[in-house]
C-alpha cells in the first residue's frame, strides 16, 4: 500500500502584502456547496515582514483522524484527501488542538472544525492566486510508475548521499526486466555490497570502468537475440562515464546501442580520495587541485560531457536531478521508450563529503544548482534540443557556491570567471533549442 | 517470519491508535482487540454531546465494521479480560476461558473517582464514562428540573452545560477555590465561571460535600461551609483513575495509581505494553512518569506502543498537558504548563470588553505553555512549537499581539529548518 498523495505546497513568504484572493476564492467555492469556511488562509504580520499562507498538508498518517472522537476525520483511500463529514462533527476541537501544522480551523460559535478538501483533486486556490505561490503535487504521477524497490536494505553509501536515492529512483522506475550495469564508485558499494550481501534485488554485473558500454553490448545483444526485451541500464560514476570510460562510451554511442547509459556525476573521484576529474568544475577544490595561496582549485573548466554525447546524435540525451522528480521520470519513460538505440542521461549529484556540505541540505544543493544555470536540464530528443525545466529568474550562481565548502576560497575574479562559464554554457544550450 | 499474535484490550482510542499502527507496519500478523462492551469503538469523549442530543450514539463510532474485515482484525466485543498471566502470556477471559498472545497491550482507559461521602451509595447517583452512562442520565433530564454536579473539572463543566442547554437548573460543587482548577489559571477561570454563571450555571467553588441526603426523589448536599443545595439528579464527576484492576496479582508494576511504562510503552513485564489513560508515562517536561487522561495522549501513546510492538523501535517523547473546552458559543485552550513557576516570563494580554485573554509563558528563549480565551488559534501549532522547543526569542510580543500568524510562521520556518539542518 503506497502512501503518497498529492497535496498543497504554498511557497515560503512570497504572498503580496494585503492579498487574500486564495481565502476569498475557497470561501466562495465552500459557499457554493453550502459550507461555510475557507481551507486556506493567509496571514499578515506586517512589522515582521511575513506575508503567507497556510493550509492542510493532507497528511499520510494525520493525527487529526486519530484523536477525533466521533470519527468524522477520514482519509479516502483513492485521492488521499482528508475529509471532515460535517453531519458527525461533534465541534469538539480536539481536531484543531493536535494537528501540527495549523490545518484545521475551529470556531466555537458554529461548533465546527473546517479544513480544505483539495477541491476533490483540483484545488482552486492553485489558479487565483497573483504570484503563482501555490501549486498542487501531484505525487500519484510519479509513484504511480513505480515498481517495487529493489534496493534492499542496508546500503553502505554515505549517509544522506543522494547518489543512492537516484538509484533507488531509476530502479523503481525501470521496474522488472532491468539489468544494472556498474563499474567501480561508490555505487558499487550498493550494487555489489562491502563483501557481506548483496544488497539489491535484480541483475547486475560489475566492470571495470574501461569495458561497461561493452559488456553491455554484449549483453544486450544476447538477450535480442534470445526474444526477450531486457534493459540494459549503466549507472556509474564521471570517472568511468567521462575520463576512464570515456572512449568505449562514444564508441557504443557511435554504433548505437540499445543501451540505457547513465553517469551520476559527482565531479570527481569521491571515493578514492576525492581527485579531480574531467567534469571538475572551474575553480572547484579537489585533493589534486587544491586551493592554497595562488592556486584556486581546478583551472580549466568541465568537459560537457551531455552535449558531447548529443553531438554523437543517438536517440536520447537528456540532464537529470533527484530534485525534480516529474521532470527526471519524463525522462527516464523517454529513455526506456527507446528501441533502436542508445540513451544517455547526465545526472549531477552531490557529494556531500567531496564538495563539503551538512548532510540534509542535498536537496538544496540540487536545486540551487539547477536555478542558477548551473546545471540546466535539457534534453534532446531525436535531432531536437529542448529546455524541459525553464527557471523563471536564474540567481546568480554565487548562491549555489555558497552553499559548498569546495568553492569556498574563490574570490570574485573566479566568481565572475563561474559565471561567465555558467552563462556561455547555457546560451549555448538555449541557441541550440531555438535552433534545432 | 512467524506471524505474531497481538491482542489489544480496549477499544478505545489508544487500542485503536495501537491497531492502526501494527497494520501500518505489518500486514500479516494476526490482531485481536477486546472490548468488554457490546458496542463499535467509541470515545467517552463524545459522550457529553450525545447527551446534549447533538449526535447519535451510532454517529460516534470511531470505526466501522467494515474496517476490521478490510484491516484482517478480529473484533471480540462483549467480552472482559479478568487477568493476565504473563509469565505463560496468556490472559483470561470472563468465565475462565484463557488465550495466549505474543504481545499484549492494556489500554482499558480509566474509570470515575467515586469519593468517599457519607451517604452517597444510599441513592442512585451518576457517573459519565460510558454509552450506558450517558443514556441513564439522558432518561433523566428534564426540563425545568435541577441537577447537582460534584467537580468542576472539564468533564464536570461539560456535562453542566448539555444539562443547561436542556433547560436544566444546574448548580456544580468544587471544593477547590476555581473552576476548572487543572488547566486554567484564576484569572481565565474567574472568565469561564462568568459566562457560565451568566447561562444561569451557578458554580460553588471552595465547598466540599460532607454528607449527601435522599429524600422523596431528591438530593440534597450538605457542604463544608455550611448550608446544602438540593436538586432532582447528582452527577459525581470528581475525577478518573486508571483502571488497572486486570493487573491486579499479575506482577504488573503500578505507579501513580497507573501502569507504569517505559518510554517505549512497555510495562514492567516482558511483551506487555500500557498505553492511553491507563498508563503512568513520562512527561515531556520533567522527564518523570505521570498520569495525563487526554484523548490526544491515547492516541500518541497508543502509536507508540504499536510501532514498539512490532518490533520498530519508537521512543515516546513524553506528554504535554493540551486541553480546549468550547461553552456557549466560546473557546478556552491550554496547551502546555498552565501554570508559571518563579523562573518562568509571563505575558497576559486582555481586550477591554470582550472575553478575551492571553496567557504565554516562556522560559529564556522556549515557550512553555499558553492558554487562550477566544482567540482564534491553530491550537496544535503552539504544542508543535513548545514539544519541538522552537526558538521564540525576540517573537514573544508578535505570538501575544498575533498569536495566530506567528506561531504559523514560526512553525513553517522551523519547518523547513528541520529539512535543511538536521545534523547540528
Ligand atoms: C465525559 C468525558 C469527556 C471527555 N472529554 C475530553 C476532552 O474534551 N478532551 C480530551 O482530551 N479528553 C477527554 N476525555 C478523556 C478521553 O476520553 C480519554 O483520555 C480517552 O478516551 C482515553 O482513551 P483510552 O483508549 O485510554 O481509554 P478509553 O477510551 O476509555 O477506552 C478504554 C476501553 O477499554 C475497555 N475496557 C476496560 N477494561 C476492559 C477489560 N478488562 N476488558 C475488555 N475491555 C476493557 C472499555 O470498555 C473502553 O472501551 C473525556 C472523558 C470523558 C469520560
Ligand atoms: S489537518 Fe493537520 S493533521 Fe490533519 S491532515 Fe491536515 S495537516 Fe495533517
Ligand atoms: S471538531 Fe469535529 S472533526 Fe474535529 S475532532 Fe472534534 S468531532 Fe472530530
Keep these: 500500500m503506497e502512501t503518497f498523495f498529492d497535496t498543497l505546497k504554498i511557497e515560503e513568504n512570497i504572498c503580496p502584502p494585503g492579498c487574500g484572493v486564495c481565502r476569498e476564492k475557497c470561501t466562495q467555492v465552500q459557499r457554493s456547496k453550502g459550507k461555510n469556511g475557507s481551507g486556506i488562509h493567509e496571514f499578515h504580520i506586517p512589522d515582521l515582514g511575513v506575508h503567507m499562507a497556510n493550509t492542510c498538508n493532507q497528511c499520510s498518517e494525520p493525527v487529526c483522524l486519530d484523536a477525533c472522537p466521533s470519527g468524522s476525520i477520514s482519509k479516502d483511500e483513492k485521492d488521499g484527501i482528508v475529509r471532515i463529514d460535517e453531519k458527525r462533527c461533534l465541534g469538539c476541537g480536539l481536531c484543531n488542538l493536535v494537528c501540527p501544522y495549523g490545518g484545521i480551523d475551529y470556531r466555537a460559535d458554529e461548533k465546527k472544525a473546517f479544513k480544505c478538501d483539495l477541491c476533490d483533486g483540483s484545488p482552486e486556490c492553485v489558479n487565483v492566486c497573483p504570484v503563482k505561490g501555490i501549486s498542487l503535487m501531484k505525487a500519484r504521477s510519479i509513484v504511480g510508475y513505480f515498481h517495487e524497490d529493489p534496493l534492499l536494505k542496508g546500503s553502505s553509501l554515505c549517509v544522506g548521499c543522494p547518489a543512492e536515492t537516484t538509484l533507488r529512483f531509476v530502479l523503481r522506475v525501470m521496474g522488472k526486466d532491468t539489468f544494472l550495469f556498474g563499474a567501480p564508485g561508490c555505487a558499487t558499494n550498493v550494487i555489489n555490497g562491502q563483501g557481506i550481501k548483496c544488497m539489491i534485488n535484480i541483475p547486475s554485473h560489475m566492470s571495470n570502468m574501461t569495458t561497461v558500454p561493452s559488456t553491455m553490448t554484449g549483453v544486450k545483444r544476447y538477450y535480442r537475440r534470445l526474444g526477450k526485451d531486457v534493459k540494459c541500464v549503466a549507472f556509474v560514476g564521471d570517472g568511468c562515464a567521462t575520463d576512464v570510460g570515456f572512449q568505449p562510451l562514444s564508441g557504443a554511442a557511435e554504433r548505437n546501442e540499445n543501451i540505457i547509459f547513465m553517469c551520476y556525476d559527482n565531479e570527481g573521484y569521491m571515493n578514492t580520495g576525492i581527485q579531480r576529474s574531467s567534469t571538475t568544475p572551474y575553480g572547484g577544490w579537489t585533493t589534486t587541485t587544491p586551493a592554497m595561496g595562488r592556486r584556486k582549485g581546478k583551472k580549466m573548466a568541465s568537459k560537457n560531457v551531455p552535449l558531447i554525447m548529443a553531438a554523437h546524435e543517438i536517440p536520447y540525451v537528456a540532464t537529470a536531478v533527484i530534485g525534480y522528480p516529474e521532470d527526471f521520470l519524463n525522462k527516464l519513460l523517454k529513455a526506456m521508450a527507446v528501441k533502436d538505440g542508445m540513451s544517455y542521461i547526465h545526472i549531477l549529484s552531490p557529494c556531500i563529503l567531496g564538495w563539503g556540505y551538512s548532510i540534509p541540505a542535498s536537496l538544496e544543493v540540487i536545486k540551487a544548482a539547477v536555478e542558477t544555470n548551473y546545471f540546466p536540464l535539457w534534453e534532446y530528443e531525436r535531432g531536437k534540443y529542448r529546455i524541459t525545466y525553464e527557471v523563471k529568474n536564474p540567481k546568480p550562481i554565487t548562491e549555489y557556491t555558497k552553499l559548498l565548502k569546495k568553492f569556498a576560497h574563490l574570490e570574485k575574479e573566479e566568481i565572475d570567471e563561474l559565471q561567465e562559464i555558467v552563462n556561455r554554457r547555457f546560451n549555448r544550450i538555449k541557441r541550440l533549442t531555438e535552433a534545432f | ?424
Aim: net charge neutral; charged share 25%; glycine share 10%.
Design chain 2, 1 to 424: 517470519m512467524k506471524r505474531k499474535k497481538h491482542i489489544l484490550i480496549g477499544a478505545g482510542t489508544a487500542a485503536l491508535c495501537a491497531l492502526k499502527q501494527i497494520r501500518r507496519l505489518n500486514r500479516e500478523d494476526e490482531i485481536k482487540l477486546v472490548s468488554m462492551e457490546d458496542s463499535l469503538p467509541y470515545s467517552p469523549t463524545a459522550l457529553p454531546y450525545i447527551i446534549s442530543g447533538k449526535v447519535g450514539v451510532s454517529d460516534t463510532f470511531l470505526v466501522s465494521e467494515g474496517f476490521f474485515k478490510k484491516l484482517k482484525v478480529e473484533f471480540l466485543k462483549n467480552r472482559k479480560v479478568e487477568r493476565i498471566y504473563g509469565e505463560n502470556k496468556e490472559i483470561v477471559y470472563d468465565k475462565g476461558i484463557r488465550e495466549g498472545y505474543d504481545s499484549l497491550l492494556i489500554a482499558t482507559g480509566s474509570e470515575p473517582v467515586v469519593p468517599d461521602i457519607p451517604g452517597l451509595y444510599e441513592g442512585e447517583f451518576l457517573t459519565i464514562r460510558g454509552i450506558k452512562d450517558a443514556q441513564a442520565l439522558i432518561e433523566k433530564v428534564k426540563e425545568g428540573n435541577s441537577a447537582i454536579i460534584l467537580g468542576a473539572g472539564l468533564i464536570g463543566m461539560h456535562i453542566a452545560q448539555c444539562l443547561s442547554e436542556k433547560n436544566m437548573k444546574v448548580k456544580v460543587v468544587e471544593s477547590l477555590p476555581s473552576i476548572l482548577p487543572a488547566y486554567f489559571d484564576k484569572e481565565a477561570s474567574e472568565i469561564i465561571r462568568g459566562i457560565m454563571e451568566g447561562k444561569g450555571i451557578e458554580c460553588l467553588t471552595g465547598k466540599k460535600a460532607t454528607r449527601i441526603e435522599w429524600k422523596g426523589g431528591k438530593v440534597e448536599v450538605n457542604l463544608s461551609e455550611g448550608g446544602s443545595v438540593e436538586g432532582d439528579l447528582l452527577v459525581v464527576a470528581v475525577g478518573v483513575k486508571p483502571r488497572t484492576e486486570i493487573v491486579d496479582g499479575s506482577g504488573i508494576k503500578i505507579e501513580n495509581g497507573g501502569i507504569a511504562v517505559d518510554d517505549r510503552m512497555r510495562t514492567s513485564m516482558d511483551d506487555v505494553y500500557a498505553a492511553g489513560d491507563v498508563a503512568s508515562a513520562k512527561a515531556f517536561f520533567t522527564g518523570e512518569n505521570g498520569l495525563n487522561p487526554i484523548l490526544p495522549n491515547a492516541a500518541e501513546q497508543g502509536r507508540v506502543a504499536g510501532s514498539n510492538m512490532v518490533g520498530v523501535d519508537t521512543v515516546y517523547e513524553g506528554w504535554i498537558p493540551m486541553n480546549t473546552f468550547s461553552y456557549f458559543g466560546h473557546t478556552a485552550i491550554s496547551v502546555g504548563m498552565p501554570f508559571s513557576s518563579e523562573k518562568d516570563e509571563v505575558h497576559v494580554r486582555k481586550i477591554n470588553g470582550t472575553d478575551t485573554y492571553r496567557k504565554l509563558i516562556f522560559r529564556e528563549d522556549r515557550l512553555m505553555g499558553v492558554t487562550f480565551i477566544d482567540t482564534e488559534v491553530n491550537a496544535g501549532v503552539f504544542n508543535y512549537l513548545i514539544r519541538k522547543k522552537v526558538p521564540v526569542g525576540e517573537y514573544k510580543m508578535s505570538l501575544l499581539e498575533f498569536p495566530r500568524e506567528t506561531s504559523l510562521y514560526l512553525m513553517q520556518q522551523a519547518e523547513k529548518k528541520e529539512t535543511i539542518s538536521l545534523e547540528e
